[in-house]
């Protein structure tokens, strides 16, 4: 009995030791298995697949493109050494009868509905338009060859240039109709389609605008905005430089019929009135041009009116006056020049803020004069309808000038030589009395005002030109401490 015992014991410890060992080949070979099949499938098939392993036993899920593709996958896992059977439960990829993927695009967004062959190229359509609605996209066998997912993400984008349409790939033939903004557009959907792979052809029908409509607004709090369709080659900031704006907000389209030059012509026909306006409504058309706005203070718009007639030959003008005063002293950022303004008088007057002196505030007013004459109806002492802003700016100078330093402006008329000198005399002084009348409209104290006329007794240029008495036609401003 003694000996049975250890021989027992010794058995026991055999067996469990082949028993030991042969579970842990077993793991080693399940490892084995398991990274074997993941590394021979990486990057051979189109479709992400989940393989597990039970012993030596195989079982491959997920899709197969189709039946060759399902029996290359299941030959390369039999192939594998070590390993016992292979389980398929793979999905044959549903098949389409007619491959297509189409776009719509509305008002409301773009709309994508179709076939992909596979998660990579649906995931990059998907990428490519991250704000369409792809719910209608699904996977499907039967494309018509490997560039199928690019063709498709590329006539998507030239539907995307046009205002709305449709796009629809079926098989390899691409067509897309629609309206564009203009000529120009057009042809960046032609120019996008004919760069499609080789093989695909493509068709389109695609609307233009035939004629130029463009609406243009002007408003001293909001800004510029331009809209519509112009001829190729107008440019929104071309039509801001003419107007003398820092900045028009662009919402144009080219590819209208007509010339640029001749919408540009409106336009420049339209500049010296511009700074009238508080706000402004300017539409262009082939047959019409017309005007609608409100005039800032102190404008006659009977004379403003006529005026525009003359000079665009609009066909509607009407222009009011600014509905309601404003209190003093209120400020603002005047969107279409740029400048700060405060309220004087119910006119907004430009801020001009630097250091008072006598010295500063005549340099200031010259440079203001020079860069913006105040000027008058020919032999008349009415100011010219253009000069409002040019007073307004001299105004502001005043503001400050005659308040925060303690001056008296001095508004000295001085006329060409044409004429008798008495009668010269007498215009120059009821020119500067008009100015002085202008200022103090705009809330200059009149005892800050003096108004004084020179007549042709100072002249700075030659009187023998048009161009020297041109210069000789001048208001001056004169500063006296007090």
């Given at each position: 009995m003694?000996?049975?015992?250890?021989?027992?014991v010794?058995?026991f410890?055999l067996?469990?030791?082949?028993w030991?060992?042969?579970?842990d080949?077993a793991?080693?070979i399940?490892?084995?298995?398991?990274?074997s099949?993941s590394?021979?499938l990486?990057?051979?098939?189109?479709?992400a697949?989940q393989t597990?392993?039970?012993?030596?036993?195989?079982?491959?899920?997920?899709f197969a493109?189709d039946?060759a593709?399902?029996?290359?996958?299941?030959?390369?896992?039999d192939g594998?050494?070590?390993?016992r059977v292979?389980?398929?439960e793979?999905?044959l990829?549903?098949?389409?009868d007619?491959y297509?993927?189409e776009?719509?695009?509305?008002?409301?967004g773009?709309k994508?509905?179709?076939?992909a062959?596979d998660?990579?190229q649906l995931?990059?359509?998907?990428?490519?338009?991250?704000?369409a609605?792809s719910?209608g996209?699904s996977l499907?066998?039967?494309?018509?060859n490997a560039d199928w997912?690019?063709a498709?993400?590329?006539s998507?984008g030239?539907l995307?240039?046009?205002?709305?349409?449709?796009?629809?790939?079926?098989g390899?033939?691409v067509?897309?109709s629609?309206?564009?903004?203009g000529?120009?557009t057009?042809?960046?959907v032609e120019?996008k389609?004919?760069?499609?792979p080789a093989g695909y052809?493509?068709?389109?029908?695609?609307?233009?605008?035939?004629?130029v409509?463009?609406?243009?607004t002007l408003d001293?709090i909001?800004?510029a905005q331009?809209?519509?369709?112009?001829?190729?080659?107008?440019?929104t900031?071309d039509?801001a430089r003419?107007?003398g704006?820092?900045?028009?907000?662009?919402?144009?389209?080219l590819?209208?019929?007509?010339?640029?030059e001749a919408?540009m012509s409106?336009?420049?026909?339209l500049?010296p009135?511009?700074s009238?306006?508080?706000t402004?409504s300017f539409?262009i058309?082939d047959s019409?041009t017309?005007?609608?706005?409100e005039?800032a203070?102190?404008?006659?718009?009977?004379?403003?009116?006529?005026?525009?007639?003359n000079?665009?030959?609009?066909?509607a003008v009407?222009?009011t006056?600014?509905a309601?005063a404003?209190?003093?002293g209120?400020?603002r950022?005047n969107a279409?020049?740029?400048e700060?303004?405060?309220?004087s008088?119910?006119?907004w007057l430009?801020?001009d803020?630097?250091?008072?002196s006598?010295?500063?505030?005549e340099?200031?007013?010259?440079?203001l004069?020079?860069?913006?004459?105040?000027?008058?109806?020919?032999?008349?002492a009415?100011l010219?309808?253009g000069?409002r802003?040019a007073?307004?700016?001299i105004a502001?100078?005043?503001?400050?000038c005659?308040g925060?330093?303690?001056?008296t402006?001095?508004?000295?008329?001085?006329t060409?030589n044409?004429?008798?000198d008495e009668?010269?005399l007498k215009l120059s002084e009821a020119r500067?009395q008009?100015?002085?009348?202008?200022?103090?409209e705009?809330g200059i104290p009149?005892d800050k005002?003096i108004?004084?006329?020179?007549?042709?007794?100072?002249?700075?240029?030659?009187?023998?030109?048009?161009e020297g008495?041109?210069?000789n036609?001048r208001?001056?401003i004169r500063?006296?401490?007090n």
């Amino acid at each position: 009995m003694g000996k049975i015992l250890p021989a027992a014991v010794f058995g026991f410890g055999l067996i469990a030791l082949g028993w030991w060992g042969h579970a842990d080949h077993a793991a080693e070979i399940e490892a084995h298995l398991t990274e074997s099949a993941s590394e021979t499938l990486a990057g051979t098939t189109r479709h992400a697949l989940q393989t597990t392993v039970s012993g030596r036993d195989i079982t491959v899920s997920g899709f197969a493109h189709d039946e060759a593709e399902r029996d290359q996958i299941l030959a390369t896992l039999d192939g594998l050494d070590g390993r016992r059977v292979v389980h398929s439960e793979l999905q044959l990829l549903p098949k389409a009868d007619v491959y297509f993927i189409e776009a719509e695009k509305t008002d409301s967004g773009l709309k994508l509905t179709g076939f992909a062959p596979d998660a990579v190229q649906l995931d990059a359509i998907k990428a490519a338009y991250p704000d369409a609605n792809s719910d209608g996209l699904s996977l499907a066998s039967g494309e018509p060859n490997a560039d199928w997912a690019r063709a498709a993400t590329a006539s998507i984008g030239a539907l995307g240039e046009l205002d709305t349409g449709t796009m629809r790939m079926e098989g390899t033939s691409v067509f897309i109709s629609g309206a564009a903004a203009g000529a120009t557009t057009r042809g960046e959907v032609e120019t996008k389609l004919a760069a499609l792979p080789a093989g695909y052809a493509q068709n389109s029908d695609i609307e233009v605008p035939e004629s130029v409509e463009l609406s243009l607004t002007l408003d001293a709090i909001d800004g510029a905005q331009l809209s519509g369709t112009a001829p190729d080659g107008f440019d929104t900031s071309d039509a801001a430089r003419v107007l003398g704006l820092t900045e028009i907000k662009d919402d144009v389209a080219l590819g209208a019929q007509g010339s640029a030059e001749a919408v540009m012509s409106k336009f420049e026909a339209l500049a010296p009135w511009v700074s009238e306006f508080e706000t402004l409504s300017f539409s262009i058309t082939d047959s019409n041009t017309d005007l609608v706005g409100e005039a800032a203070a102190g404008v006659d718009t009977g004379t403003l009116m006529r005026s525009i007639k003359n000079t665009i030959g609009a066909g509607a003008v009407n222009v009011t006056n600014a509905a309601a005063a404003v209190d003093d002293g209120v400020t603002r950022t005047n969107a279409l020049s740029g400048e700060q303004e405060q309220v004087s008088n119910g006119f907004w007057l430009p801020v001009d803020s630097f250091t008072v002196s006598a010295e500063a505030c005549e340099t200031r007013s010259n440079a203001l004069l020079q860069q913006a004459d105040i000027s008058f109806i020919p032999n008349s002492a009415e100011l010219d309808l253009g000069t409002r802003a040019a007073v307004n700016e001299i105004a502001g100078l005043l503001l400050t000038c005659v308040g925060d330093a303690n001056l008296t402006a001095e508004v000295v008329g001085h006329t060409d030589n044409q004429g008798s000198d008495e009668s010269n005399l007498k215009l120059s002084e009821a020119r500067a009395q008009t100015v002085v009348a202008a200022l103090v409209e705009r809330g200059i104290p009149q005892d800050k005002l003096i108004a004084l006329g020179l007549g042709a007794t100072q002249p700075i240029s030659d009187n023998s030109t048009a161009e020297g008495r041109a210069e000789n036609r001048r208001t001056e401003i004169r500063w006296i401490s007090n």
